[in-house]
């Protein structure tokens, strides 16, 4: 992965006299250097702003640097925010407002007009909260004390959802074979993507991807090989399936790489000269941080990779998964989620079991070997990008993942039980209403609270399903952002 880091901008004016910059830019490199420990990108301190050109240089440079993944600002004194316009006008990058202070408390005894004129954080905050607001710029407010945890993990989950614009803005993804025939959620505007979302959506012959696969060499298929046993549990004596899944990841990584392709789809209605669908091959290769979508769903191959490089490490617990069929039994209502092969291991609650058995959809002449096993217990999110024709809508739903509540030995897929928000009938109905896919990206680790800082800086529609959400709320916010989102 990239070294991200982020930009500490502060803003001040000459008003005060040098000694209050001095203090100002003293603080502000401490402030960055102790935020650089806690949160899990490096905060650069930039400039203590007091002009509009020193504004507009900074973001400049933010622009053109592919390594910076942000900008966050503070202001220590009052700072006019007219010199901030043709900065902000031109920023980029996403944007944090930190409305922080240096001092903790109001010192009783101490305080006078010149700690005033030093630490008034809550004056400059409403400037520039205004000027944010007037350029209709995309930004977070994040608000609390600088040492606060609290404060910490809610800049350290914007700066990742920061990093996967970053991501998205450098995708591309590789489609083997079309979409599956007749499906219509898996289908979009690849233009309107690219041009949103900076996606590079592109096809690549099934038939070259064989000629690759025939260039694989035996000492390649016993590495992976015995990456895989030592990565997982061995419940099949078919080698040679094993084995041929090896040599198709082998030949995807290469073709992948070569075209530096983070994401892939492909269809088991294409799958001419090869003898199984790529199933643990897919598995491991999403759980090297690649993103994968099944039937062509190229949408959410390259949602997949994007919370991924967003989750913990920058390739967290967040795998493409399918809504497959429900458990309706009062008080145990559940979700089963599955797909006829490819559930990231990431999702895994134990470690996952190597197995082959038959898969009659699809061309698959010999038996597919797959990863299976049981997915996590714990609160997470299911998230689904699709085109409504002119705009992108993101839906998320909370979800609370539990241990499957029945062993399913017959079930020859890695399996994922969970009840949806703010429960599994209401959740579906909204689900449903928002036009969300059976495809998803299922993440443990990436929060509807990121999603919704991702879209925004995206600028495209997000939708929430949670806890408080009634069928009746969103309906209504459904027709006043297909209305608002018309005009936009
Ligand atoms: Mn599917």
Request: aromatic share 10%.
């Amino acid at each position: 992965m990239k070294q991200y880091e982020f930009w500490f901008v502060v803003g001040s004016q000459f008003l005060y006299g040098p000694e209050v910059l001095e203090t100002v830019e003293v603080r502000a490199r401490e402030m960055a250097a102790e935020l650089s420990r806690v949160l899990p990108y490096p905060l650069v301190y930039k400039v203590t702003a007091k002009t509009n050109k020193e504004i507009t240089d900074v973001v400049k440079e933010a622009n053109y640097r592919d390594e910076c993944a942000g900008i966050i600002t503070w202001c220590h004194t009052f700072s006019p925010s007219k010199m901030w316009i043709n900065g902000l006008a031109a920023l980029q990058k996403p944007w944090l407002h930190f409305a922080t202070q240096y001092n903790k408390e109001i010192p009783n005894d101490e305080i006078d007009m010149d700690f005033m004129n030093l630490n008034q954080a809550a004056h400059g905050d409403r400037e520039h909260g205004f000027i944010g607001a007037r350029l209709r710029k995309p930004r977070k407010v994040v608000a609390g004390y600088w040492q606060d945890e609290k404060v910490h993990k809610r800049i350290a989950d914007w700066m990742k959802a920061a990093v996967g614009v970053a991501v998205s803005k450098e995708m591309k993804v590789m489609r083997f074979g079309d979409n599956m025939r007749e499906v219509a959620v898996t289908e979009g505007d690849k233009v309107e993507v690219q041009t949103k979302l900076g996606w590079q959506v592109n096809t690549w012959a099934v038939g070259d991807l064989v000629k690759e696969m025939n260039a694989v060499t035996d000492e390649e298929v016993d590495a992976l090989y015995n990456e895989y046993l030592a990565s997982y549990d061995l419940n099949t004596d078919n080698t040679a399936a094993i084995r041929y899944q090896a040599k198709e990841e082998i030949a995807m990584k290469k073709m992948l790489d070569r075209e530096g392709c983070h994401a892939f789809t492909n269809t088991f209605q294409d799958l001419y000269g090869m003898e199984q669908l790529p199933g643990l091959a897919s598995q491991h290769l999403m759980a090297q941080g690649y993103g994968y979508g099944g039937e062509g769903d190229w949408k959410v191959s390259a949602m997949t990779a994007i919370l991924k490089a967003m989750g913990e490490g920058g390739n967290g617990s967040s795998g493409f998964m399918e809504d497959y069929t429900y458990h309706l039994v009062e008080g145990q209502e559940y979700s089963l989620g599955a797909h006829m092969l490819e559930v990231c291991p990431s999702l895994a609650a134990d470690k996952p079991r190597i197995e082959t058995h038959h898969l009659g959809i699809g061309m698959n002449e010999k038996d597919p070997a797959r990863l299976v096993f049981e997915g996590k217990a714990g609160r997470g999110i299911v998230v689904s990008l699709i085109d409504m024709g002119g705009r992108l809508r993101l839906i998320v739903q909370d979800i609370e993942a539990v241990k499957p509540i029945m062993p399913m030995p017959n079930l020859p897929v890695a399996r994922v039980m969970w009840r949806a928000l703010p429960d599994l009938t209401t959740g579906v109905e909204c689900w449903i209403t928002a036009g969300g896919a059976h495809h998803t990206v299922l993440s443990y680790d990436v929060t509807a609270e990121q999603m919704r800082d991702w879209a925004r800086m995206m600028d495209i529609e997000f939708v929430h399903i949670g806890a408080d959400t009634t069928p009746e709320k969103l309906e209504e916010e459904l027709l006043v952002k297909d209305l608002v989102w018309k005009l936009k």
